[in-house]
């Protein structure tokens, strides 16, 4: 019999990767999502449209507790992926109590939905390379303490401590993937890179004069959302639950990123890039740089995607974008 999972999140970036992936392990997928979804389907499930017909999609809400339990009782999922979140950093800092509150209790409520009524259930937590924030060491592994630099990060390090609890205190098979940026051309538009490379498209077809961007000396761990989802699932397939960090192990500046991304339209970035203080956080992760052997050697997962295959399909992919929408 084909196994059940439940996805949070499946509007998003990973949700969508997610749920080919496990289709094409013959799962049955099953999502939550907010009822606006449902109600403006073109724009809101645009990552899901070509598999929309194999999936089942169910209003409900991380903010309510009852809605959860009514949702988990009615699918019993198999395996339970929890990546709905608030998810960009900068918002966090605009809107501190929603995102505390839909991050942290959100993964509670879910954790303990799952105790109540369905404890065999393995559960997944998106944790974040966002909790080591201001680095205790380089490179940050498993064993790396937090230090989170923003609400989002409380959150996430909030998050990973219920799931680490719930498996200790309760036997339950919960682990979190510490997962460093991860990015495709599915991206979110306010996010550095997917904003870089629609600017690129815009730049080079005349519609977008230049791009203004805060601090592109911080560095990040890039990788390609593809991969990342892969390394989910090992994690809920194997004897026993544990946590992983999920990286390239190489470093980029947001810098480099621009450079590689104009320089692939035969445009020179130092041209089009303003930097704009008001863009700059408040308190900026400036390094992030993860080992992740644990995951090679026990998961045994492999990247596919290099720094440049990721620019590359990015930049392709918004060359299309703004060719066929003309924004
Ligand atoms: P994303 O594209 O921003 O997707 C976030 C998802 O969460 C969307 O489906 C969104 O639904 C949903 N969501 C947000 N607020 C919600 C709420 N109040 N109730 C229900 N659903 C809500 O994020 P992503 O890049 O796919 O990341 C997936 C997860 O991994 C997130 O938890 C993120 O924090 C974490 N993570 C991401 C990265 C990365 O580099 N991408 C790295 C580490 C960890 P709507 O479509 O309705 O907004
Ligand atoms: N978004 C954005 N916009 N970031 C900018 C800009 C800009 O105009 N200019 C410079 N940056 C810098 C940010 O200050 C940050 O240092 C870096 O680019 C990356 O920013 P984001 O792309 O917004 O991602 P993030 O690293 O803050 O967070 C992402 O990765 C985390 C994992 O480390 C998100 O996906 C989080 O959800 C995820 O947990």
């Known amino acids: 019999m084909s196994k059940?999972?439940?996805i949070t999140g499946i509007t998003g970036q990973d949700g969508s990767y997610l749920t080919e992936f496990l289709l094409k392990k013959k799962y049955k997928v099953h999502g939550l999502v907010r009822r606006v979804a449902l109600e403006d389907k073109s724009h809101r499930l645009w990552r899901l449209r070509h598999v929309l017909n194999?999936?089942?999609?169910?209003?409900g809400s991380l903010e309510s507790y009852a809605s959860l339990v009514k949702l988990i009782q009615k699918i019993k999922p198999d395996e339970v992926y929890h990546l709905g979140a608030q998810s960009y950093v900068?918002?966090?800092?605009?809107?501190?109590f929603s995102t505390l509150n839909t991050n942290m209790n959100g993964t509670h409520y879910i954790l303990s939905a799952l105790k109540?009524?369905?404890?065999?259930?393995?559960?997944?937590f998106a944790g974040s390379s966002e909790m080591f924030g201001k680095v205790r060491e380089v490179p940050q592994?498993?064993?790396t303490p937090?230090?989170?630099?923003?609400?989002?990060?409380?959150?996430?390090?909030a998050g990973y401590d219920l799931t680490r609890n719930y498996r200790?205190?309760?036997?339950?098979?919960?682990?979190?993937?510490?997962?460093f940026n991860h990015e495709s051309p599915r991206r979110g538009f306010e996010f550095v890179t997917r904003k870089i490379t629609h600017a690129v498209a815009r730049i080079k077809f005349g519609i977008q004069k230049d791009l203004k961007l805060g601090n592109i000396d911080a560095k990040r761990d890039w990788g390609h959302a593809k991969?990342?989802?892969?390394?989910m699932w090992l994690m809920l397939n194997k004897k026993k639950p544990e946590d992983y960090v999920i990286s390239t192990g190489k470093q980029y500046s947001v810098r480099d990123f621009v450079k590689l991304a104009f320089s692939l339209v035969d445009l020179d970035y130092k041209k089009y890039v303003k930097i704009d203080k008001k863009l700059y956080r408040p308190s900026e992760v400036k390094s992030l740089l993860g080992d992740c052997r644990k995951a090679k050697r026990e998961l045994k997962w492999k990247q596919k995607y290099t720094f440049k295959k990721l620019v590359e399909d990015m930049v392709k992919s918004d060359l299309d974008f703004v060719k066929k929408q003309g924004y």
């Open 227 to 231: 991969d990342y989802v892969e390394a």
């Open 54 to 59: 194999k999936i089942t999609l169910h209003p």
């Open 90 to 96: 900068d918002y966090s800092f605009k809107d501190e």
């Open 116 to 124: 109540e009524f369905l404890p065999s259930a393995r559960f997944y």
């Open 168 to 179: 200790e205190a309760y036997n339950m098979y919960c682990c979190s993937g510490i997962l």
């Open 4 to 6: 059940k999972a439940l």
């Open 141 to 143: 592994t498993e064993k």
């Open 146 to 157: 937090f230090y989170p630099r923003s609400v989002y990060g409380i959150s996430k390090v």
